[in-house]
């Protein structure tokens, strides 16, 4: 007789986590991959060689610990980010989501409560509830901006431990206007992380709420190589914030998380900073190109502040993600009611997306 087929509800996992699902989009082998947000622009050919020679580099001692709180990495951050900060403000780890896991897991927890503006990045609610914090959702207008004071009434109400603020949001791509900032900081009796992953792709005029972080010593803003430096496979994100805070994160980082290549591909990345951020006017033309060919088109269209657009209104979304999946271009479904969201790429890419979804709205009103 064979054995039961075991799967991971048959263990003896925590309660709490059984009503959870892992996060993910679908990993699928089409031309146009238009759904991670990822930079289309891979690293040229000088960048490749110097990757190698400082991966080279780091594997000749392999057999030491690297350093374990990244110091050379974190001058260099604070020395891209500049709003006069120093190595440290700054902290690094394997991607923004260990970041975000060690924020909550030191100022979060059991009998503890973070609170977030949905819809937003959903690994704030996962990691949230992953670490035993109680997580609490306030909505967005239908226009998914945020109203200052009821931002801060929301907080005033809750008293949470930990508010996550995300700008530009994902999955939206609204950005957070400075007063909202101000007043989510200002009412927050806790921590209250801003979460500027995209913040490279703010279009002209859009402040950083680095420029509040002096005299606030609650307050964090993380950020991200992933997207802007096209960094996506190396799992490198950081924070800036009071020196105090990075001190209270070393009593939950592990030993020695952050590999000497890790740091090493960001620290040559870094070096590569006006090559790499160079492609980020390409590809806000992309995303600024959607929505003016979305919006002619009659659909509804979020805004954007970021390296995607998202857009609808669709009587069945799923039918049209299946048909632009059909013409070889995969774009993200099930992040918003009755809307998709679309990476912006190439010119290729992007052409190809709008060529698709021109078919398919021509052939639904045929």
Not at 20 to 27: K, R
Not at 71 to 93: F, I, S, T
Not at 253 to 272: D, G
Request: charged fraction near 20%; charge should be negative.
């Amino acid at each position: 007789m064979s054995e039961p087929v075991l799967t991971w509800r048959d263990l003896p996992i925590r309660d709490d986590l059984r009503g959870l699902s892992p996060y993910g989009a679908p990993q699928l082998d089409v031309p146009y991959l238009l759904n991670t947000n990822e930079n289309p622009y891979p690293p040229s050919a000088a960048l490749v060689a110097d990757l190698a020679e400082a991966a080279a580099h780091a594997a000749a001692g392999a057999n030491r610990y690297p350093d374990r709180d990244a110091e050379e990495l974190r001058k260099d951050l604070a020395q891209y980010l500049g709003h006069g900060l120093v190595g440290g403000n700054l902290w690094a780890a394997n991607g923004s989501n260990e970041i975000i896991q060690q924020i909550l897991q030191c100022f979060g927890g059991s009998g503890r409560s973070a609170l977030g503006f949905e819809p937003s990045y959903s690994m704030h609610r996962l990691i949230a509830l992953a670490t035993g914090t109680t997580w609490i959702s306030e909505p967005r207008s239908a226009d998914f901006t945020l109203d200052p004071a009821a931002a801060a009434a929301a907080i005033e109400r809750h008293r949470p431990d930990i508010v996550f603020l995300t700008s530009p949001n994902n999955p939206t791509g609204t950005a957070a206007p400075m007063e909202l900032v101000e007043a989510v900081v200002d009412a927050a009796p806790g921590m209250v992380v801003i979460d500027e992953a995209y913040a490279e792709f703010f279009r002209p005029g859009t402040p950083s709420a680095l420029t509040l972080l002096p005299g606030r010593p609650r307050l964090i803003v993380t950020r991200t190589m992933s997207k802007a430096f096209a960094m996506a496979g190396a799992r490198i994100g950081y924070l800036a914030a009071d020196p105090a805070v990075i001190d209270a994160l070393l009593l939950v980082r592990l030993p020695y998380h952050l590999s000497a290549f890790t740091q090493a591909v960001a620290r040559t990345a870094l070096a590569h900073t006006a090559e790499l951020l160079g492609t980020v006017d390409a590809v806000k033309a992309q995303r600024d190109r959607i929505v003016a060919e979305l919006t002619a088109l009659g659909l509804d269209v979020v805004p954007s502040d970021a390296n995607f657009v998202a857009f609808g209104d669709f009587p069945d979304a799923h039918a049209v993600w299946q048909a632009l999946l059909d013409r070889g271009v995969l774009v993200r479904e099930g992040l918003l009611p009755n809307k998709l969201r679309v990476t912006a790429g190439t010119v290729e890419e992007t052409t190809a997306f709008l060529d698709g979804l021109r078919e398919i709205l021509t052939e639904e009103n045929s």
